[in-house]
């Protein structure tokens, strides 16, 4: 119809547009009661890799579903899926539901960073994996990555490589106060002690690069082949995991999720508070302490009270150690 010929119409020419209805929308969205329980083993460009949980070596990928919008999910997020959960090559099954977290491992770029990263979600336990020697240990990090666990609702272990070239005492004797658990490691000697506090438990492994936690991933797990790189001259190795990955050990006797090398732990989340409250009988002690307190005892928080904490000397001052890497006055 020409331009201008719209005066010719009448009401025999009204259409009504197609899909449209005056029926107001249903809110109401599927159950989903058949949806099959699993656990999320990594994570790649929109697409999850599922461990079916009543069949572990089922490996279901999936997709989002719509109605989940943007809620995030990460490595060790327990997930329900539905459609094609048989795991053959070229299908695709969808996560309808997310589980609410038990724990978390967060951190930031730095103690400046806004943005929180959340590592993995339901691990038990958090192995900082630390080398005694190449590179030297740094207690600063080893702090910092204690402070992610008592936030976060993970069990801390330290986990000591490279024992055959330093002993560990010193490092040790640092954390005896905090009651922080350990195994030590060397390249010569079977990982029995490590197995045992693994079997049965999702274990997330954390460290510098160059310290040996990819290779001992290789051992713990042999079908892992995850590259491994050496350590540069500068004492500083080169990233060689890029993105978590949960790992079954052998014989489904638990999961180990390796972690990307950090260089840096940000700690931008967490408040002094947020420390003090994992740590029984100085939670109550610290509600007496001014507003703003630190708790870091003078000069910078004069009136702390913690200090009259009876028979806690010690552990006040492992405690305000983990306080003092938080605020970025310790390395």
Known sequence: MARGDWRKLDESDVRVRPGKSTRPRSKRRPSHADAVPAMVTSVDRG??????????????????ARELGRTPIVVGDRVHLVGDVSGKPDTLARIVRVEERASVLRRTADDTDPYERVVVANADQLLIVTALADPPPRTGFIDRCLVACYTGGLDPVLCLTKADLADPGDLLAEYADLEVPAVVTRHDAPLDDLLGRLAGRVSALVGHSGVGKSTLVNRLVPDAE????EVSA????RHTSVSAVALPLPG??????????VRSFGLAHVTADDIVGAFAGFAEAAEECPPGCGHLGPPEDPDCVLDDVPSAATRLASLRRLL????????
């Open 47 to 64: 697409r999850w890799r599922c461990a079916v949980e009543a069949d572990p070596d089922r490996a279901v990928t999936a997709m989002r």
């Open 226 to 229: 995850l590259a491994t790189g």
């Open 234 to 237: 500068v004492g500083k190795g």
């Open 252 to 261: 489904n006797d638990g999961w180990v999720v390796d972690t990307p090398g």
């Open 324 to 331: 003092a890497s938080r605020a970025g006055l310790a390395d």
